[in-house]
C-alpha cells in the first residue's frame, strides 16, 4: 500500500508518495496544487468515483488561515477542538478524535523543530 503525506513547504506545498523503499516528493506553488485538485476531481468523476454529493465533498480552492488567533480546546465530550477562520468562510469549530489531533501535533512538532533550511532542502515531513 502506498503511502501519501501532505505537507507546507514555505507558501507551496509538498506531496510525498512512498511504496516499499522508493519515496518521491513534488512541491507545487497554489497555483499549481488547485490544478492538481480539480484534475484529479475530474478523473473521479470520468471513472465514476463521483457521489450524488460531489458538490459537498469536491474539493474547494486552497484558503489561507485568516484569523487573528487559532482558539483550541475541548468539547463538551472531551474531543479536541480548533476554532480558526480561513478566507472568505465564517468562522469554524474543526472537532478531531484523539488519533487526528495526536498525528496533527506530532507531524506538526517534527516539521517545526526542523531547521527551516533542511525543511526547505531536503523536504522533511
Known amino acids: 500500500m502506498a503511502g501519501i503525506s501532505v505537507t507546507l513547504e514555505g507558501d507551496n506545498i ?3 508518495f512512498q511504496k516499499g523503499e522508493q519515496s518521491t516528493a513534488v512541491v507545487m506553488d497554489p497555483h499549481a496544487a488547485r490544478s492538481l485538485v480539480k ?3 475530474q478523473l473521479l ?3 465514476g468515483e ?5 458538490g459537498e465533498d469536491a474539493p474547494e480552492e486552497l484558503v ?4 487573528s488567533t487559532i482558539d483550541v480546546g475541548t468539547d463538551e465530550h472531551g474531543l479536541a477542538v480548533v476554532g480558526l477562520q480561513a478566507g472568505m ?4 469549530l474543526l472537532r478531531l478524535k484523539d488519533d487526528e489531533a495526536r498525528h496533527i501535533a506530532t507531524s506538526l512538532l517534527e516539521i517545526l523543530n526542523s531547521p527551516r533550511d533542511v525543511r526547505v532542502s531536503h523536504g522533511d515531513h
Open 14 to 16: 509538498q506531496i510525498a
Open 39 to 41: 484534475a484529479l476531481s
Open 45 to 47: 468523476i470520468a471513472i
Open 50 to 54: 463521483s457521489s450524488e454529493n460531489a
Open 64 to 67: 489561507e488561515v485568516t484569523s
Open 89 to 92: 468562510m465564517p468562522p469554524f
